[in-house]
């Protein structure tokens, strides 16, 4: 943990670095295959609950009765196929969809009959077709209300750029988590609209919060000729790294309890639609924060043309300093190739040249 600690530390002081915005084209063919892929589940159809398009829901009570018991009973009262779920106080949901063709008051006394429990502990819900649509539309309604106020805020409190990658991320994530609904043919209720729109907010925060950072650091960036805007935009992604790493994990550990061990292990199904919008969409809102959208704000930026000539300063005077660099090396090698050279060759190189030996010392003996 403290490694984790440290490497914190290293990522927000600039000592490590990893390059996101320069792998841009690697995320963004990573999102594109994500992308496609939901986008098949979506051409599969949704499941959609009886909220939405209309249908009839039986609640049974009835302590030890299971679900695939209450599953063989419902088969042989209705025509279409139910849809049969486990809830608290040993109750059993039933839904028909509105194909039937048996009135509710039947089905629920055949249900009363063949279960053997009393009437009154059948309780029926019968929801209208119109009232669904009612339903489907006010949930769109509000989804595109919160797209156009995000836009304008971020617009506003940030700039236009910012505001478009950041609805390209939300975009992403909510295609992303309606695919894999669509995949694994999970009902979407009122509860998934709620889970939609809890990780549309999520994912927008975590974006701002890297937006804001990388504001601060491309703040009179366009003065010096050291960084260019991807490469400070890539510096603010990499400072909040490991607290958009930490915040999500902290956020999905209940969240995969719900849906892991609530909804799968104890066979409440009911948790299974929340759960399941809020798992995929905070996973997909954190990397889309760090893979998309920051990439994407970098690309956009690149496009002005003070953001072009800053490149073009930035890469002049790297090849300046290098071409420094390199003379001064050159020039220290040859001088210490000098003053390392042996004396013997010294003398040998002078008496090539003909200077004349020196004399050595005269001579004792007479």
Known sequence: ??????????????????????????????????????????AMGLHLGIEFKGGSVYTVTKPGLT??????????????????????????RIQV?????????????????????????????????????????????????????????????????????ALVALIHDLLITIGVYALVGFEVTPGTVIGFLTILGYSLYDTVVVFDTVKENAKGITKQNKLTY????????????????????????????????????????????????????????AYSSICVATPLLAQLKEEQPEMKALRKRVLQHRASAAAKAEAADAAATDEGADEGQPAGMVGQRDRAAGTPRAKGRPSTKR
């Open 97 to 165: 969809s509105t194909d039937e063709t048996k009135s509710s008051d039947d089905i629920r006394s055949e249900l009363s009959k063949k279960l053997d429990v009393p009437l009154d502990t059948v309780e029926a819900q019968v929801i209208g077709p119109s009232w669904g649509k009612q339903i489907s539309n006010k949930a769109l309604t509000g989804l595109v209300v919160f797209m156009v106020l995000v836009t304008v805020y971020l617009a506003i409190a940030f700039e236009w750029r910012m505001a478009l990658a």
């Open 67 to 92: 679900v695939s018991q209450a599953q063989d009973t419902a088969d042989g009262i209705v025509s279409s196929h139910p849809l049969v779920q486990s809830t608290d106080n040993n109750k059993i």
């Open 230 to 285: 991807s490469e400070a935009a890539n510096a603010g992604l990499n400072q909040t790294l490991v607290r958009s790493l930490n915040t999500t994990v902290v956020a999905l550990l209940p969240v995969a309890a719900l849906l892991f061990i609530g909804g799968g292990l104890l066979g409440a199904g009911t948790l299974n639609d929340i759960s399941l919008a809020l798992f995929i969409g905070l996973a997909a809102g």
């Open 1 to 42: 943990m403290s490694r984790f600690s440290n490497l914190g530390h290293r990522l927000y002081q600039g000592e490590v670095s990893f390059d996101f915005v320069g792998r841009r084209k690697l995320w963004y063919s990573i999102s594109g295959v994500i992308v496609l892929v939901a986008a098949v589940g979506l």
